[in-house]
């Protein structure tokens, strides 16, 4: 394969994460077996590189795969502990092993052809797109299926960020409840300009992930997230003696209001956070994730272009635009924001909401749920923003950050080489 004997497949995915890894399933299991299919990604994902959490029904697709799954979830504040019944839905973790597992075998039964390199450059004349890839190859495709992390199309009037680390924590006796997990626990210290919170997806009664989440503009140092870790642990009642940290996960997403175009030219679409999978308000973007690789799955089995819905309704982008920008100016508090939605709402309405299902009447008890003062100020301000916006050329967006990764066992505290915390 040569810059004159270009790979002619019908379908080129770019990249090989989460995103990718889902749609290919998706193409087996709905058996898209009949196009020509290309993988274009520098690396073979392969291991637990990451979990992912959402809500859902239980699904038959899903759930052999899961690591843990709950019916209850806690959500916590420094006033009061409240326990959330998720029924009929329930919240569940899923690591990234299984998922490229499952991938892996996808693309064997689908025949799929997979350079391991980067794509460098992508050209779509409207009829094929042609991608250039980065050991001097040449794909020719009828679609472009695009993953990979891309910075969105202007910046936002809002830009936060979701960054975190979690310990994966094995503990000599039972110290974890297997029967719940801790969805939003606000009584970590909150910083000066964001939300923090902690959270624990318990595997059994002495394993589990203890987290601590940062919504705000910056990232920490590595010290800070081991630091702030640490008192979450401490805040648990936790004995670090008992404590073995097996594993450690970081992460960033971003959390804004800037568009992330879906398709940037007539034959290449974009999934993931680049396609605009990613929550706003939130950072949740699995369950966008899997409907757009099922949509895109079910058009091609139909012979249809494969193209998915919008993740979020528009709406829906209005009002995370609205709360981001209530949030960063300080009109109302992330612990008191989320606990008067979970206080004044089903669990189940609050869920479906933060994933995009709810009705224009459910929206309504929503917002009513809120402080209206705040919310009234935030939607006039973002109302004037937009305009200031249409005056003005577009101003580019800064590129999210990578993850902040230490030692693998973390400076602070310390772990011995059994991994025991110190």
């Keep these: 394969m040569t810059d004159s004997a270009p790979l002619d497949v019908d379908l080129a995915l770019l990249g090989g994460g989460g995103a990718a890894s889902l749609l290919l399933a998706a193409l087996d299991r709905h ?239 974009r999934l993931g956070t680049a396609g605009g999978a990613t929550r706003p308000s939130t950072g949740f973007t699995f369950s966008a994730m899997y409907r757009q690789a099922d949509q895109v799955a079910r058009a091609l089995a139909a012979g249809r272009p494969p193209v998915p819905r919008a993740a979020y309704p528009r709406r829906h982008r209005w009002m995370d635009a609205v709360a981001l920008r209530a949030l960063d100016r300080g009109g109302v508090g992330g612990p008191e924001f989320f606990d008067r939605l979970f206080d004044r709402n089903p669990a189940e309405r609050v869920l479906r909401f933060l994933d995009g299902g709810t009705t224009p009447a459910e929206e309504v008890a929503i917002m009513n749920s809120t402080r209206l003062l705040p919310m009234i100020a935030a939607t006039a301000g973002d109302t004037a923003h937009r305009v200031r916006d249409r005056l003005r050329s577009p101003r580019p967006a800064p590129a999210v950050p990578p993850a902040v990764v230490g030692d693998v066992l973390g400076s602070e505290p310390g772990a011995d080489e059994a991994g025991r915390l110190t």
Excluded: C, K
């Design 31 to 269: 058996g898209v077996h009949g196009l020509r299919i290309a993988v274009v990604d520098p690396v073979r994902r392969r291991g637990q590189d990451r979990t992912w959490a959402f809500w859902g029904h239980p699904d038959t697709d899903l759930d052999p795969l899961l690591s843990a799954s709950w019916q209850q979830v806690e959500v916590a504040t420094a006033a009061r502990r409240r326990v959330l019944d998720l029924t009929p839905l329930r919240y569940a973790m899923l690591r990234s092993g299984p998922v490229y597992d499952r991938a892996a075998e996808a693309e064997r039964r689908l025949n799929a052809t997979r350079l391991v390199a980067p794509a460098d450059t992508v050209t779509d004349d409207g009829t094929r797109v042609r991608v250039r890839v980065g050991d001097g190859r040449t794909v020719r495709a009828g679609w472009v299926l695009d993953s990979r992390p891309r910075p969105p199309a202007r910046a936002g009037r809002t830009t936060w960020l979701q960054h975190f680390r979690g310990w994966w924590l094995e503990a000599d006796r039972p110290v974890f409840d297997p029967a719940r997990a801790v969805l939003m626990d606000f009584r970590t210290p909150q910083p000066p300009r964001g939300v923090s919170f902690g959270y624990v997806l318990p595997v059994s009664d002495s394993y589990a992930l203890v987290e601590y989440t940062e919504l705000s503009p910056d990232l920490l140092t590595d010290a800070g997230y081991d630091a702030a870790l640490a008192g979450y642990r401490d805040l648990l009642g936790l004995d670090p003696a008992g404590l073995r940290l097996r594993e450690v996960e970081n992460g960033v997403i971003p959390m804004t209001d800037a568009p992330f175009p879906a398709r940037p030219s007539p034959r290449v679409v």
